[in-house]
């Protein structure tokens, strides 16, 4: 008896368009442009899910390096200083303060500047 995969076509199919959904013209309800279109976004999916990580932390760098030299200190040096007072905060939290509570992030500088001084 032959198989005629007629409901587990139509279901992987329909899974696929779903998948498609939104996409300009014929990439999002034709099967064969749609399966490309879905492979190729999911691989970017993947990709980004990495780069997304680096954007971020260059984004922080960026936030942080402004706020250190509005407090008279290069990033560069006010890193060294906070890993030479042992004051262990990363980035992310620093670029927070940054943005959000500038008077705690210079007394951090402050507290990085000393630390190289001495």
Same mark, same amino acid.
């Given at each position: 008896?032959?198989?005629?995969?007629?409901?587990?076509?139509?279901?992987?199919?329909?899974?696929?368009?779903?998948?498609? =959904?939104?996409?300009?013209?014929?990439?999002?309800?034709?099967?064969?442009?749609?399966?490309?279109?879905?492979?190729?976004?999911?691989?970017?999916?993947?990709?980004?899910?990495?780069?997304?990580?680096? =954007?971020?932390?260059?984004?922080?760098?960026?936030?942080?390096?402004?706020?250190?030299?509005?407090?008279?200190?290069?990033?560069?040096?006010?890193?060294?200083?906070?890993?030479?007072?042992?004051?262990?905060?990363?980035?992310?939290?620093?670029?927070?303060?940054?943005?959000?509570?500038?008077?705690?992030?210079?007394?951090?500088? =402050?507290?990085?500047?000393?630390?190289?001084?001495?």
């Amino acid at each position: 008896m032959r198989v005629k995969r007629g409901f587990a076509r139509r279901r992987k199919r329909t899974r696929l368009l779903k998948l498609a =959904e939104g996409r300009v013209g014929r990439r999002g309800n034709c099967f064969k442009l749609a399966k490309l279109s879905v492979q190729k976004g999911l691989k970017y999916a993947f990709r980004d899910r990495r780069v997304k990580k680096r =954007e971020f932390r260059a984004l922080w760098i960026v936030r942080i390096n402004a706020a250190a030299r509005m407090s008279g200190i290069s990033y560069s040096r006010l890193v060294r200083g906070l890993n030479k007072a042992n004051i262990a905060i990363d980035r992310k939290i620093l670029a927070d303060l940054a943005l959000n509570n500038p008077t705690a992030f210079a007394a951090i500088a =402050e507290q990085a500047k000393t630390a190289l001084a001495a």
